[in-house]
Each structure stands twice: as C-alpha cells, then as structure tokens.
C-alpha cells in the first residue's frame, strides 16, 4: 500500500494517558493526521478507574482521624460521619470534567477521535466496531491492562477495582484479597471510611517486591489502624451466605445493619461484576475460618487488555500474561505496529506510559530513535501511612555488591504530640564500592511527595557524601536523609 493511500500517519487504540499524549503531540507538534479510538471513557484507567479516583479517596479516608489530632492540640471539634453518597457525587463530577479535558487537549490537536471498539485486520487497517475501517502507516497499541479475578467458583460475586468507584453504598464489612499495592490501598482507604476491614494475602509479608524493612512497617501500621491483616491466609470458596449448605451466617456488623445487610443493590459498574449481589457471602479460607462478609474485593492482579484485536493474526507477538511483546523502542515484530503502557507489562505507572508514548513519537516522527528509560523509576504506596522508593531494596542490593544501610524510624512530631504510636522510616541503600546512594525508602505521611525529590537524586548517581553536603531542614521528618552520619549495618 502505498503512504499516499493511508487514511492517517498515526492510528491509536487506546484513549488512556499514553494514548492520549503520542496522539496530541503528533498532531500537534509534528504535523501528523492522528486518529484515535477508544471504546470506554477517555482517560483510562488512571483518571478513570485508578490513579485520580482511588487519590481522592485516599483524601477522604484520611480526614478520620483529624477531629481527634485537632483536639489534641486544643481545638474543640466533634467527629460526623461519612457521607459517601456525597462524595461519590462529586467524585464522578470530577471525572466527567476530566474526561471533558482528555477530549478537548484531542480535538484542539486535530486529532479525529472515535468511540468505538477497534481490531486489527492487517499491519495498517483498524477495524471500528461501528463497522468503518481506517488505514494507518503506523497503528499505536495503548489499551491498558484490567483487573483479574482467580478462577474460583462464584468469584463473581466480588468486586474487582473497577467497581468500587460506583457502589451505592458502603459495605459494613469486606474482605480485600491480595497483598499488592492496591489491595494495600484500598484496605486502608476503607478502614478509614469506616468500613470493617479483613485482608487475606497469601504471601509471608504485603507489597512483594519492595523493601522488607519498609513493607513491615507499613504492615504493622495498617494494623495499628484497624485492618485485620491475616498472611500466609488465601480464599478456597465463597457463595451467598444465603445459599451456603449449613445456613446463613451472621456477619460481624449485621447487630447494626438489621435486615438491610441482606437487601444489598446491585452494583453497577464499568468493569462489570458479573452477575448480582444479593446478598452477604460465605468465605472459607485456607487456614479453615469460615466468615461471612457484606463485600469482597479481588485485587489479585492485573491483565494487558490485548485479547480479541487481532494481533496475533497478523504477526504480533503476545507473552504469557497477555503483554504485547517489544523492543526498547516499543516496536513489535510488524513494523508498523507499536505499543506502549500497561499493554506492554513493563513498568505499569502512568507517568512511564506517557514517558513511553513521548518517546515513540521521537522515534517515528522525529527520526530521533528514542529508547524508554525504565531504570531507577521512583513510585509511591499510597496506603497510611504512604509508602515512597527509588532504586534498589536493601535485598535486591545486597544480592549484587556489598552495601551500608543508613535507616531510622521514629514517631513524628506532629502525631506523637497528639499521642498517636504511628513511626516513619527513612532509609538509604548505599554502594560500599563507590558510595552511590543505590535506593531510598520512606514510609511516612506525603512519602509520595518526599520520594520524587529524592528520586532526582538517586537517579543522578549522588553519593552519600553528597546527601550529607546538603544542609537539613529543621524541622521535618525528611531531615533524617541528609543527616543520617552512621551505617546501622553492613549487607
């Protein structure tokens, strides 16, 4: 087919962040004719179902406790109650101006949009859903990834993330499977709303993957905070409580909700859980608790949504878990064929789909072929207390060279005065080799802030001589990177 033929330069599958961004600047700064088809909502998971939702939440969940941190510091204030309806209202309002936004940055662009389903037919034809094709000389994966459930009997009756931006209601009592970041999340987020919190992960610690030191404490603190976290614990059957052989079972919070904990509505949402709740559900675990809860939540993983498009029909090769399969360029096996973001599994954070999406950009439309950078990444846990981290655990580290560790832990000013046991952890993995400060970790309030400073740092190879260079200020709970004079030990 020859160029003069194609419909676009640029076709995108995918209106989420990445999509989004590849899309606007190669219409708008390179001169490119762009469209793009996305079949949900425009913004994708992170403004949608992720990210901006689930952080407004986490606002809401930690105002609980500010009643009772004021009047330790001589405020008369009386705690109400949580009004989700309320917030929920102007949380989908929010969204809705968010995806007015993602629409309008497209059309400003000159981007052609569709909202449409889209599937391959060959290397430059998409098929729309709506039943047009459109040609391409180059076709942009960005479809994004979404939730799992396991394959358990009646594993529809949970919810999965997705959901729980659209209930109705707040459940009295749930149960949140997974040890991961999300499940973390939103076990906090919960516990804060109110909600009667249990969390099963079948793993010997939450957070796989990151710093023991720093996931052990965020543990303890869910703790502390009222989560009932039980380890080593996963689930092996659930039904209605209603339809389990021995009878329904009370659940912990039915003395207070009456009969309605048994008239639950349906809970609409986008992702759609299959099916209805009707119900409380029976919960068996494998350490043999049998417990009844209002709601369970899956949060045991996430998918590339690559499935049914068409992409291994025509050469596009896709790894185990669903990833579409690229090089550092994010380039597939068909030439013309690209993908970015979630999709691709590599490093599932919305600012790296952007980064990738700018990136592919350069690559094809400014001849300046632009490798992604997935190294030293910094990310936050926004449970409560947050947890932020850049560069290597004291694990990973200790396995390739040898290291100091610089770390502490203490309660901080603001809540100790208020009485609260809460603890924070400042700590800094170093090369003994070269003194490069190999990673950093802090578990403490707004560590998500703290972490993208010290993530300049850790990216530009600072030596711990150079943390120590600079000055502290005074005070603040993240004056203990700099100062820290003294290895707590060798790994």
Known sequence: MAETEFDYDLFVIGGGSGGVRAARVAAGEHGARVGLAEHDRYGGTCVIRGCVPKKLMV???????????????GWDHKAGGFDWSAFRGKLHSELDRLEGVYRNLLKSS???????????????????????TKTAK???????????????????????SDDIFHLDELPKSMLIIGGGYIACEFACIMNGLGVEVTQYYRGAQILRGFDDEARGLVAESMRENGVDLHLGT???????????????????????MGASAQQRRDIPGKSGAKGSRKG????????????????VMFATGRDPSSREMGLEDIGVSIGRRGEVVVNEYSQTGVPSIYAIGDVTNRVNLTPVAIREGMAFVQTVFAAEPTPVD??????????????????????????????????TSFRPMQTAFAGKPNRVLMKLVVSKKDRTVLGC?????????????????????????????????????????????NPMRTA
Request: proline share 5%; hydrophobic share 40%; charged share 25%.
């Open 59 to 73: 606002f809401a969940s930690e105002y609980a406790h500010v009643v009772d941190e004021a009047n330790a510091y």
């Open 110 to 132: 000159g981007v052609d949009t569709f909202d449409a389903r889209a599937t391959l037919k060959d290397a430059h034809t998409v098929a729309l859903s709506g039943g047009e």
């Open 138 to 160: 180059h076709i942009l994966i960005a479809t994004g990834g979404h939730p799992v459930r396991p394959d358990l009997p009646n594993a529809d009756l949970g919810i999965v």
């Open 234 to 256: 996963n689930i092996v059957e659930m039904s209605l409580a209603a339809d389990h052989k021995d009878g329904p079972m009370p659940t912990a919070s039915d003395a207070a």
């Open 280 to 295: 409380p559900i029976w919960v068996k675990s494998t350490n043999g608790t049998e417990k009844v809860f209002d709601m």
């Open 374 to 407: 997935h190294e030293l990444i910094a990310s936050a846990i926004f449970t409560q207390p947050e947890m932020g981290t850049v560069g290597m655990s004291e694990e990973e580290a200790r396995d390739k060279e040898e290291v100091e560790i610089y770390c």
């Open 441 to 485: 970790h802090i578990v403490a309030p707004h560590a998500g802030e703290l972490i993208q400073l010290a993530g300049i740092a850790v990216k530009a190879k600072l030596t711990k001589e150079q943390f120590d260079a600079t000055c502290a200020v005074h005070p603040t709970m993240s004056e203990e990177l700099v100062t820290m004079r």
